[in-house]
């Protein structure tokens, strides 16, 4: 029996997703991770957009188009969002939501059906995914307390809830035996230890990397409100930390943050970058900004791109309004206008800003994680530290999941040109 698993949308799926191929490996089944012909798939789908939804269910037509008789199993926020969507294509074997998602390989191993879609107010800790051989993810916490106007998640996944801290401390070790870095990641990953006995923190997790050395470490997405002094501080004092902050602002307008229920000011935000350059001036700073918010006006928009301009990013994901039913944002009017010209605008400034950053760095040394696939030209390629891809020229010789000395020398496609820096 051959398996596929597909994983939409976040990091989170992609762990998940893993963590299934992991058992069903072990019990002897041939996996794998591409759209090709298999006698099952495992769909990891995504809501966190409209567009999201619609690909999610887009992925079925693909399946049955490639293998018509394989038995497909559907998981993950679309399916908790609308599992009906889903059960009513001809070969589905099960639909389950957010929760209890290894029963998965169970169901499948016994060549089973099923459904499940109910959330489990406790963290799920029963994932194991397989060993990376360069960069590999550890999930911590799941679910959102948040309830931002614009999002559907928290009802999806539930509430924030986090990983045992013995247990994420054992699969960093794992990991340390393969990997040379690790990707902390969670729904709200922020908010990790809150729900705790005793509560724990990021900071805790970050302290487990002293033990370490070898394995360097980031966090996939972090709020603002956890930019303080004396996180900074402790991160700066782990040498294998990777100044990378992905910092979800949304908006740069001070009105369209309080209608999204965002709980801080452009200009507070603004302090939190400024924070983070003091400690790591090389950091890089990204960002996502939801372009076209059912409230933001002409004037909200240009209030946002100049928080952007002043925040200086070293990269902005942008993503027009999508509208989510049973959502507070669908009930607010629609004064947005001319969309599409606003996000064409704010993906100059973000490609401007992405080669100033570079053009900054210029001639510095940073630590280059190779990675196994080259780039589409041949060229050994991988992302240092502070998550800049780089290129080296087609030819050097580097061993992929080994971080080699370079320096920047100018823009390049989607990142950076290097140079091997001599030993």
Not at 127 to 147: E, M, V, W
């Given at each position: 029996m051959k398996v596929s698993l597909i994983a939409l949308g976040c990091k989170v799926n992609q762990y998940e997703s893993e963590s299934i191929a992991k058992k069903l490996k072990d019990n002897g089944v041939s996996v794998s991770f591409n759209l090709?012909?298999?006698?099952?798939?495992?769909?990891?789908?995504?809501?966190?957009?409209?567009?999201?939804?619609?690909?999610?269910?887009?992925?079925?037509?693909k399946?049955?188009?490639?293998?018509?008789?394989?038995?497909?199993?559907?998981?993950?926020?679309?399916?908790?969002?609308?599992p009906s969507s889903f059960a009513k294509f001809e070969g589905v074997y099960a639909v389950y939501g957010?929760?209890?998602?290894?029963?998965?390989?169970?169901?499948?191993?016994?060549?089973?059906?099923?459904?499940?879609?109910?959330?489990?107010?406790?963290?799920?800790?029963?994932?194991?995914?397989?060993?990376?051989?360069?960069?590999?993810?550890?999930?911590?916490?799941?679910?959102?307390?948040?309830?931002?106007?614009?999002?559907?998640?928290?009802?999806?996944?539930?509430?924030?809830?986090?990983?045992?801290?013995?247990?994420?401390?054992?699969?960093?070790?794992?990991?340390?035996?393969?990997?040379?870095?690790?990707?902390?990641?969670?729904?709200?990953?922020?908010?990790?230890?809150?729900?705790?006995?005793?509560?724990?923190?990021?900071?805790e997790v970050a302290k487990i990397f002293k033990e370490f050395p070898c394995l360097r470490f980031r966090f996939s997405s972090l709020e603002a409100g956890i930019i303080t002094p004396e996180f900074l501080e402790i991160l700066k004092g782990l040498d294998n930390f990777c100044p990378h902050f992905h910092l979800s602002m949304q908006s740069g307008c001070d009105k369209t943050l309080k209608d999204m229920n965002r709980h801080y000011t452009s200009a507070e935000f603004l302090e939190k970058i400024k924070l983070i350059r003091k400690f790591f001036p090389n950091a890089a700073i990204t960002t996502d900004v939801i372009v076209g918010f059912p409230t933001e006006t002409e004037e909200d928009f240009e209030a946002s791109y100049q928080t952007c301009k002043k925040a200086n990013f070293a990269f902005i994901h942008i993503f027009?309004?999508?509208?989510?039913?049973?959502?507070?944002?669908t009930k607010f009017p629609n004064l947005a206008t001319n969309v599409k010209e606003r996000v064409g605008k704010l993906t100059k400034l973000r490609d401007e800003m992405a080669t100033a950053f570079v053009k900054k760095l210029k001639g510095k040394a940073f630590g280059l994680l190779v990675e196994a696939k080259l780039s589409a030209d041949g060229e050994p390629c991988g992302h240092t530290e502070n998550f800049i891809k780089c290129y080296l020229k087609k030819g050097t010789k580097v061993v992929p999941n080994n971080i080699y000395k370079v320096k920047i020398i100018e823009p390049y496609k989607d990142g950076a040109m290097v140079s091997l820096e001599e030993k």
């Open positions: 090709e012909p298999s006698d099952v798939f495992v769909l990891s789908t995504c809501a966190v957009t409209n567009e999201a939804e619609r690909k999610s269910r887009g992925y079925i037509a399946i049955k188009k490639i293998s018509p008789k394989a038995k497909i199993y559907v998981l993950g926020c679309s399916s908790q969002n609308n957010t929760g209890k998602k290894m029963d998965i390989a169970d169901l499948i191993l016994k060549s089973k059906k099923g459904s499940n879609n109910k959330i489990d107010i406790n963290y799920e800790d029963n994932f194991t995914p397989l060993p990376s051989h360069t960069r590999a993810y550890i999930k911590i916490q799941d679910g959102c307390n948040n309830f931002c106007s614009y999002c559907l998640i928290p009802y999806l996944r539930g509430r924030s809830r986090s990983r045992n801290f013995e247990s994420v401390k054992a699969e960093i070790a794992m990991h340390a035996k393969t990997s040379k870095e690790v990707i902390l990641t969670g729904i709200d990953l922020s908010s990790y230890g809150l729900d705790l006995s005793p509560k724990s923190s990021l900071i027009p309004y999508s509208k989510r039913s049973g959502t507070v944002a």
